[in-house]
């Protein structure tokens, strides 16, 4: 198994409240995303970055920020969570290696807007 | 209309029956996923494919680019192969080795 970890695996917060998820990979891999899957939408790209302090916005950016200072992790935060923004998170990994470029998900982060 | 269309949305089988998935997409691709999310959650990737067709274990991916269209397949389907799963789509000039999903197939194999 590719070694990405996400903390926490839970949370449960309140409305108006500021919310980081982090994303950990021991794989040294360029490129990290976030995603967020609900029911009905299948996953869904939040942001991504192709290298350190490099990063994009994905297709549902809006109330989301993103920070990658190493490497290794890649933080989403949700500077005031709103309802809406309750659903599972994941991260995932991927490096260019000529043609195998897949893609190695994390195990997920629940998270619940009260 | 989204870019990647899974079809059927629910399967249900009985063990033992032959399972084929339905992917079709819009765009043009440099490469095809195939994931696997049970219901702990956790995904995996099974196939990656950009022409042809491969096969691991029980199951084959098969690729018609002109067409535009994928299928997963699944011999003597089992209780443990129930799960959701993922079609996956890169698009060419993707900068940023970007992914767009299907809305997933969920499976439910009968014992």
């Known amino acids: 198994d590719a070694g990405i970890t996400q903390s926490p695996r839970h949370k449960v917060t309140e409305t108006g409240t500021p919310v980081t998820l982090r994303c950990h990979q021991t794989?040294?891999?360029?490129?990290m995303y976030w995603y967020r899957q609900d029911p009905g939408h299948g996953l869904r790209l939040i942001h991504y970055?192709?290298?350190?302090?490099?990063?994009d916005k994905g297709e549902v950016s809006d109330g989301y920020s993103v920070s990658r200072s190493k490497t290794e992790d890649f933080l989403l935060t949700l500077e005031s969570a709103t309802s809406s923004q309750t659903s599972v998170y994941f991260c995932?990994?991927?490096?260019?290696?000529?043609?195998?470029?897949?893609?190695?998900f994390g195990p997920g982060t629940r998270l619940t807007v009260l | 209309k989204n870019e990647v269309e899974q079809s059927p949305q629910n399967l249900t089988a009985q063990e033992g029956e032959f399972i084929t998935i339905n992917c079709s997409y819009s765009v043009g691709i440099s490469a095809l996923h195939w994931l696997q999310q049970h219901p702990g959650g956790g995904i995996v990737s099974l196939f990656m494919?950009?022409?042809g067709k491969k096969k691991h274990g029980r199951l084959i991916a098969t690729i018609n680019i002109q067409e535009k269209h994928s299928s997963l397949h699944i011999t003597a389907s089992h209780p443990r192969d129930s799960a959701v799963y993922i079609c996956?789509?890169?698009?060419?000039?993707?900068?940023?080795?970007?992914?767009?999903f299907g809305g997933g197939t969920r499976l439910m194999v009968k014992p």
């Open positions: 970055s192709y290298g350190v302090k490099d990063t």
């Open positions: 494919l950009s022409s």
């Open positions: 794989e040294n891999h360029r490129y």
């Open positions: 995932a990994i991927s490096e260019w290696r000529g043609v195998r470029n897949e893609q190695f």
């Open positions: 996956a789509v890169r698009a060419y000039n993707n900068a940023g080795n970007m992914l767009t």
